[in-house]
């Protein structure tokens, strides 16, 4: 933009407020825009507007209660974070956790996987207009929720998970239900995909829009989808594998233009790769028992610990730090995987129109829950 | 005395309340659809399916409070919608519904009027609307609407030309700008005009869509980029009428192409003598399904498509839609000629 030519007149950027309370800023993500017509020059992002201080919070309730604070994070994937946080418990006290709760936990995890990335590709879908996708999405990710609500009672923020184990068995069934969905979510992944990824409209929206460069993409410090879209290789799950992954064979999906459409692949072909590891999941699931030994009252030995997991959104990291003497966390602390994604925004944003900003908000995927925390 | 002015005036009030009701219902229509494709239900509460949620959507927009936003430009404010909704319904007034008929023995038109230049009013009555947006908009005083209002002029401007450019190529078919005439000759020519002029319905179409902001073309009221558009801060009844001038503009559209390019009141195939038996259908019910038919296709794109960019609809408009519409008059020209 800088080799235009000097207005005959005044004039002044449009400065706009884009959300608290906008609807495709998906919760309270505030975007203050400054506009030259339609294009943007800059935008500045402000934060803040859900944080419940759930680090902080932490510090002052047991190990086993803090896997319900976690739940409330990225509440479109409690399951994931529940496997993060209890992993990381288990790790800082070397925990020995059952063949069958590791296969279950990827098995949860990975169904999580679908449902969040259901959530996005509706949301992000409907911010570009195609708001006919977004029920499709809707619709199947309402099955993963049945699922969910068999399993555990809960449909959104699950506590499914505990220090050691799991806290109940799968019930008698779910297992042919949750394969019953495997199959019609293939199909419906095509439905999908003969809505969007042909089609004219949606090419033009996404191709070329927020690219970024897999160098670029590493210092800002993406994770996830996204960063797998500029074809960087990095998927906890391969690299440093938990729970069960080391057992499965699948696909990382990796993209190459590092664009919108790319991003937008990458996650497709992952719901894909999940629906194979559930589906070994379910074949090679072992018996045994759900919960490992673990001591009535949870007080990991002094010490800290890193863990992080391959959550939907990206690398979900947790930072435990405990004195040896108390049983909740001396210090506990979350890299989320939105908050990170995010900062992404602004150098995504700069010279695109007023209108790609929405599919770039949606394209990072990004869950204010997590980001504020 | 009754002839020249009882019969006019019934037509009209019996139009004026026919299309409003008709606009009320195309929304619940539009629901239904789109709540089809779905897989929903959309409204079922009001009466049975719904069937009564228009009326009662007219009632709470009726009652709701009419708010003027502080430091708008009043007059403007209180202006804009009607200079959107009025143009919208008197270009009802040249859509001949049928030929001309006899009820209880006096001979009736089913058109309010035939100006010999019905074509050239609907244009031009046509584009006055777009005033309404931009005044609306900039009335506001207000951010985003501004923003939707100068999104909906480019729009609007630019997509008329290549509109115009296609009817003018269906003057040149009919050789007339009646709109009783174009239809008289689709029935001399034995043929509707969209068989012979099917790039310029196919850009007819596409620019009425976008004339009408419609998806995937509907930038100014794009509620995810621009919160509600350039209506934002309307509220109550003057939110209504930029509501129903939308709806009504789309029958408009709908209307015209089936009057141009679908043989207004004529049956399928006028001149294919086996079908005789669709001649006992009365003209305006096939005025009626061509209209609806074209109606359900503007729902039926909206729930399937994505919404264009604002730089991409304009290149749309001038680098694809224009000169295409250009040639399709020269072509048309020239075979009109030297055939």
């Not at chain 1, 008698?172 to 095509?190: M, T, Y």
């Not at chain 2, 789309?250 to 001649?279: N, Y």
């Amino acid at each position: 933009m800088a080799d235009r030519p000097q207005p005959m007149f005044d004039t002044n950027e449009l400065v706009i407020n884009m959300g608290p309370q906008h609807p495709s800023t998906h919760g309270v993500l505030r975007v203050i825009l400054r506009l030259d017509g339609e294009r943007v020059v800059g935008c500045d992002i402000v934060i803040g507007y859900l944080h419940r201080g759930i680090e902080k919070l932490s510090e002052h309730r047991d190990y086993a209660q803090l896997v319900l604070l976690t739940d409330r994070m990225d509440y479109v994937a409690a399951a994931t974070n529940n496997l993060g946080y209890v992993e990381t418990v288990e790790k800082l006290m070397q925990l020995e956790v059952p063949r069958r709760a590791r296969y279950i936990r990827t098995l949860l995890s990975e169904l999580q996987r679908i449902a969040s990335h259901l959530i996005w590709l509706g949301t992000h879908a409907m911010d570009l207009g195609a708001m006919t996708v977004f029920l499709y999405a809707m619709r199947e990710r309402e099955l993963i929720l049945d699922l969910f609500e068999e399993y555990c009672g809960a449909r959104l923020t699950y506590n499914a998970m505990r220090v050691g184990g799991l806290p109940q068995d799968l019930p008698p069934g779910w297992d042919r239900k949750v394969r019953e969905f495997c199959a019609q979510l293939e199909s419906k992944i095509v439905e999908y995909e003969q809505l969007l990824t042909h089609n004219r409209i949606w090419l033009e929206r996404t191709r070329q829009v927020g690219v970024i460069s897999g160098p670029d993409a590493i210092a800002i410090g993406l994770s996830g989808p996204p960063l797998r879209a500029s074809g960087v290789m990095r998927d906890v799950r391969k690299d440093e594998p938990y729970a069960a992954y080391d057992e499965f064979e699948f696909d990382i999906p990796l993209g190459a233009a590092g664009d919108t459409y790319d991003r937008y692949l990458t996650r497709l072909e992952e719901m894909r790769q999940s629906v194979r590891i559930v589906r070994q999941a379910l074949d090679g699931l072992p018996d045994g028992p759900i919960i490992g030994k673990v001591p009535r009252v949870i007080k990991p030995p002094a010490g800290e610990t890193y863990h992080a997991i391959e959550a939907p959104k990206g690398e979900l990291g947790f930072f435990i730090a405990s004195d040896g003497k108390s049983s909740s966390p001396y210090r506990f602390r979350v890299r989320p995987p939105s908050f990170c994604n995010l900062q992404a925004l602004p150098q995504l944003i700069r010279g695109h129109l007023v209108a790609d900003v929405v599919a770039l908000i949606g394209t990072i995927d990004i869950v204010l829950g997590e980001v504020d925390r | 005395m009754t002839d020249a002015v009882v019969i006019p005036l019934l037509k009209i009030v019996i139009l004026l309340v026919g299309v409003l009701c008709a606009v009320a219902y195309l929304v619940l229509v539009e629901r239904k659809v789109v709540a089809w494709v779905q897989v929903r239900l959309g409204p079922m509460r009001v009466g049975p399916h719904g069937i009564l949620q228009p009326v009662a959507d007219g009632i709470k927009l009726f009652l709701k409070e009419d708010i003027t936003p502080s430091r708008s430009d009043r007059w403007i404010f209180m202006i804009a919608p009607i200079l959107t909704l009025v143009p919208a319904l008197i270009v009802f007034a040249v859509i001949p519904f049928g030929p001309q008929t006899t009820i209880f023995g006096t001979p009736v038109s089913l058109y309010v009027a035939d100006v010999n230049v019905g074509l050239l009013y609907i244009v031009s009555v046509a584009s006055i609307g777009v005033y309404g947006l931009i005044l609306g908009g900039y009335a506001s005083n207000s951010k985003y609407p501004l923003l939707a209002s100068l999104r909906a002029s480019a729009q609007l401007i630019s997509y008329e030309v290549a509109v115009t450019m296609t009817l003018v190529s269906v003057i040149l078919m009919a050789g007339s700008l009646s709109m009783v005439g174009i239809v008289e000759a689709q029935k001399a020519d034995g043929v509707w005009f969209f068989f012979v002029q099917p790039v310029a319905l196919l850009i007819y179409f596409i620019g009425g869509l976008a004339e009408t902001n419609r998806a995937p073309f509907d930038l100014p009221e794009a509620e995810q980029e621009l919160v509600g558009g350039f209506h934002t801060e309307y509220s109550g009844m003057r939110f209504a009428f930029f509501f129903l001038a939308e709806y009504a503009n789309m029958i408009v559209i709908s209307a015209v192409a089936t009057t141009l390019f679908f043989g207004g009141w004529l049956r399928p195939f006028p001149s294919v003598e086996a079908l005789w038996l669709l001649d006992y259908v009365p003209g305006w019910v096939w005025f009626l399904l061509k209209t609806f038919v074209l109606l359900y296709l503007f729902l039926w794109i909206r729930a399937t498509f994505p919404r264009y960019r604002y730089d991409q609809l304009m290149r749309l408009g001038w680098k694809v839609l224009l000169p295409l519409a250009i040639a399709n008059l020269i072509v048309t020209a020239a075979a009109k000629v030297f055939l």
